[in-house]
């Protein structure tokens, strides 16, 4: 079983995926050929980088490394296996060969010179400020589970986030109570497939909803060589039911003009496609996909308006499995949040959410597919 876990910039965008054994365990040989041995995944996750986590390079024998493409996959290769004999040798020949390596942990003494790009699991403690400017970057900052390790991060030297930090809301700062409402309006309005006109009322009263909504159906993703300049136009161009998918992502979008994406936006893409995928995989109807596709999405409202679940859904008209999912992690579709949330594919929660191994791995890639593709175009 392998984790897969998305990597930022700071320009909080998706620049590649980590790859590492779940619970801990090591990447092996037999992991790696599954991985890259079919097209899947790379094609899945372009344009993308893939950063493989590996305690030691022992498993890149010639065959595996045939698979891997020197222009979309780096090694992240612990410190520790530097200490072996030839080893900070062999990561050299591989740098050499095209391939992006990372010494992942403090390396000692013996390293090579040339192995200058690190990687930390921040979770045990971040570098000082300014440790990593003589090096060679990006670096990249694991587990950076909250905003101030982020700051921190950051001023270390660091280019290049996983973690959670984007679940750890900033401060409410200058948003008014008045935008709060408008959005919760907005959402009783999705929920209860409210007629057209009164969308667009209410669009028309939230102006950066607005431009991301009108952006997007002028992307390259629905481009019909006409430029849609209205409201109606951009639901007539939609249809209802993906106006309502689209717009309950766009709720996430909601950054400055001069201020970066935000990071729940590929995130709720993300769970949203991947408990559709698992609902359809059950060969559900349409309207259970829809739910399944809700629940996802809406399972991070919580922290776009920095206030408790139960008071974001109380006016939400929801469906009663979807407010059971979000509020108490109820049912075959609460089991599956959990999963999704939890990122963890251990067997115990698989098993309890209704899924084997080869349907996770395949709706992961699904997911990530569709939840990368939603970003370059919003």
């Given at each position: 079983?392998?984790?897969?876990?998305?990597?930022?910039?700071?320009?909080?965008?998706?620049?590649?995926?980590?790859?590492?054994?779940?619970?801990?365990?090591?990447?092996?040989?037999?992991?790696?050929?599954?991985?890259?041995?079919?097209?899947?995944?790379?094609?899945?996750?372009?344009?993308?980088?893939?950063?493989?986590?590996?305690?030691?390079?022992?498993?890149?024998?010639?065959?595996i490394?045939?698979?891997?493409?020197?222009?979309?996959?780096?090694l992240?290769v612990?410190?520790?296996?530097?200490?072996?004999?030839?080893?900070?040798?062999?990561?050299?020949?591989?740098?050499?060969?095209?391939?992006?390596?990372?010494?992942?942990?403090?390396?000692g003494p013996?390293?090579?010179?040339?192995?200058?790009?690190?990687?930390?699991?921040c979770?045990?403690?971040?570098?000082?400020?300014?440790?990593?400017?003589?090096?060679?970057?990006?670096h990249?900052?694991?587990?950076?589970?909250?905003?101030?390790c982020?700051?921190?991060?950051e001023?270390?030297?660091?280019?290049?986030?996983?973690?959670?930090?984007?679940?750890?809301?900033p401060?409410?700062?200058?948003?008014?109570?008045?935008?709060?409402?408008r959005?919760?309006?907005?959402?009783?309005l999705?929920?209860?497939?409210?007629?057209?006109?009164?969308?667009?009322?209410?669009?028309?009263?939230?102006?950066?909803?607005?431009?991301h909504?009108?952006k997007?159906?002028?992307?390259?993703?629905?481009?019909?060589?006409?430029?849609?300049?209205?409201?109606?136009?951009?639901?007539?161009?939609?249809?209802?039911?993906?106006?309502?998918?689209?717009?309950?992502?766009?709720?996430?979008?909601?950054?400055?003009?001069?201020?970066?994406?935000?990071?729940?936006?590929?995130?709720?893409?993300?769970?949203?496609?991947?408990?559709?995928?698992?609902?359809k995989?059950?060969?559900?109807?349409?309207?259970?996909?829809?739910q399944?596709?809700?629940?996802?999405?809406?399972?991070?409202?919580?922290?776009?308006?920095?206030?408790?679940?139960?008071?974001v859904?109380?006016?939400?008209?929801?469906p009663?499995?979807?407010?059971a999912a979000?509020?108490?992690?109820?049912?075959?579709?609460?089991?599956?949040l959990?999963?999704?949330?939890?990122?963890?594919?251990?067997?115990?929660?698989?098993?309890?959410?209704?899924?084997?191994?080869?349907?996770?791995?395949?709706?992961?890639?699904?997911?990530?597919?569709?939840?990368?593709?939603?970003?370059?175009?919003?």
């Amino acid at each position: 079983m392998v984790e897969v876990r998305p990597v930022a910039n700071a320009q909080n965008e998706w620049v590649a995926l980590l790859l590492g054994g779940s619970a801990g365990q090591a990447i092996d040989a037999a992991t790696l050929q599954s991985l890259f041995g079919t097209p899947d995944l790379l094609a899945a996750v372009a344009p993308l980088d893939c950063i493989l986590l590996l305690d030691d390079a022992g498993a890149l024998a010639p065959s595996i490394l045939d698979l891997l493409p020197t222009g979309r996959v780096l090694l992240a290769v612990g410190a520790a296996a530097l200490a072996q004999e030839g080893a900070a040798r062999r990561l050299t020949v591989l740098q050499e060969a095209g391939y992006r390596i990372l010494v992942d942990g403090e390396p000692g003494p013996g390293s090579a010179a040339a192995l200058r790009t690190v990687a930390r699991d921040c979770a045990a403690g971040v570098p000082p400020p300014s440790s990593l400017s003589a090096l060679f970057g990006p670096h990249l900052a694991r587990n950076v589970d909250s905003r101030a390790c982020l700051q921190a991060c950051e001023n270390a030297g660091f280019g290049w986030f996983q973690g959670d930090y984007p679940l750890d809301p900033p401060p409410a700062g200058s948003e008014d109570g008045g935008s709060r409402k408008r959005l919760l309006t907005l959402l009783a309005l999705l929920a209860r497939d409210a007629d057209s006109r009164e969308l667009e009322r209410q669009l028309k009263r939230d102006p950066a909803l607005s431009y991301h909504l009108l952006k997007l159906v002028n992307s390259a993703a629905f481009s019909c060589g006409t430029e849609i300049t209205s409201f109606g136009q951009a639901i007539a161009r939609l249809g209802r039911r993906q106006l309502q998918r689209w717009l309950q992502l766009l709720l996430y979008a909601r950054t400055g003009a001069d201020g970066p994406p935000s990071l729940l936006l590929p995130l709720a893409a993300l769970r949203g496609a991947l408990l559709e995928a698992l609902c359809k995989q059950d060969g559900g109807e349409r309207e259970a996909q829809d739910q399944a596709f809700m629940a996802g999405v809406f399972s991070l409202l919580d922290r776009l308006l920095r206030m408790p679940m139960a008071a974001v859904v109380a006016d939400l008209p929801l469906p009663g499995e979807v407010e059971a999912a979000l509020l108490r992690g109820e049912g075959r579709l609460g089991q599956r949040l959990r999963l999704a949330a939890a990122g963890h594919p251990e067997p115990a929660l698989l098993a309890a959410a209704g899924v084997d191994a080869a349907g996770w791995w395949q709706a992961q890639l699904h997911a990530h597919h569709w939840a990368i593709q939603v970003v370059r175009n919003v």
